[in-house]
C-alpha cells in the first residue's frame, strides 16, 4: 500500500509539473506576442516622429 | 552601408555563422545547431543595445545636427517601448526555452515562435535605429 501511494503521489507529481509546463509556454507565448505587438507600437510612434521632423 | 553591417548585421549573425563553423568537428558535430544562439530571443539583447544607442544619439545629438523636441520625444518614447519588449523577450525566452529539434510534425513557425517575434522586434529597434542614426547625423 505505501509503495502504491509513493509511486501515485509520483504520478501527481509529474502531472502538476507538466500542466505547469504548459501553462509555462503558453504564458510566454502570450507575452512575445504581446512584446511584438508592442515593438510595432513604437514602429508606428517612430515614424510619425521622423514624419514631423 | 558600412555602418550598418558592423553595427547591426554583424552583432546579429556572428553567433550563427560561429556555429556553423563549430559543427564539423567532433565534440560539437551533432550538439551545435545554428539555432541554439537565438532560438530563445537572445536576439533582442542585441535590440537592446540598439534601441539605448539610438536614445543616447537623439538625446545627445553632433553639434551640426538640429533635433527638435516633438523628434526626439517620440524616438526615445518609442525606443524605451522596445527596450521593455525586448527585455520581456530575453527573460521569458530564458524561462522557457524552446526544445530543439521541434517535434516531429511540427511546423517551424509554430514551434520557434519566440525566433520569429524576437526577429520582428529587433528588426523594428534596428529600423528606428538606423532613420535615427541617419536624422541624426546628416
Redesign the interface.
Known amino acids: 500500500m505505501r509503495i502504491l501511494s509513493q509511486i501515485r503521489g509520483t504520478e501527481r507529481r509529474m502531472t502538476t509539473s507538466s500542466k505547469e509546463r504548459m501553462s509555462?509556454?503558453e504564458?510566454?507565448?502570450k507575452?512575445?506576442?504581446?512584446?511584438?505587438i508592442?515593438?510595432?507600437?513604437?514602429?508606428v510612434?517612430?515614424i510619425?516622429?521622423?514624419y514631423?521632423? | 552601408m558600412l555602418w550598418v553591417l558592423v553595427t547591426i548585421v554583424l552583432p546579429l549573425t556572428l553567433p550563427v555563422l560561429a556555429m556553423l563553423f563549430l559543427e564539423p568537428f567532433a565534440p560539437f558535430s551533432g550538439t551545435a545547431k545554428w539555432i541554439l544562439p537565438i532560438k530563445d530571443g537572445q536576439l533582442c539583447w542585441g535590440a537592446i543595445a540598439m534601441a539605448f544607442s539610438g536614445m543616447y544619439e537623439v538625446l545627445f545629438p553632433s553639434y551640426s545636427a538640429t533635433v527638435d523636441a516633438m523628434f526626439r520625444g517620440a524616438v526615445v518614447i518609442s525606443l524605451a517601448v522596445v527596450v521593455f519588449c525586448s527585455v520581456l523577450f530575453a527573460a521569458v525566452g530564458a524561462v522557457a526555452p524552446t526544445p530543439v529539434p521541434a517535434p516531429p510534425g511540427r511546423p517551424w513557425h509554430a514551434h520557434y515562435v519566440t525566433l520569429i517575434r524576437s526577429a520582428v522586434t529587433t528588426s523594428v529597434a534596428a529600423a528606428i535605429y538606423t532613420a535615427v542614426h541617419f536624422n541624426a547625423n546628416p
Open positions: 509555462l509556454e504564458a510566454r507565448d507575452i512575445t506576442w504581446l512584446a511584438m508592442g515593438s510595432f507600437v513604437a514602429l510612434l517612430a510619425w516622429g521622423l514631423l521632423h
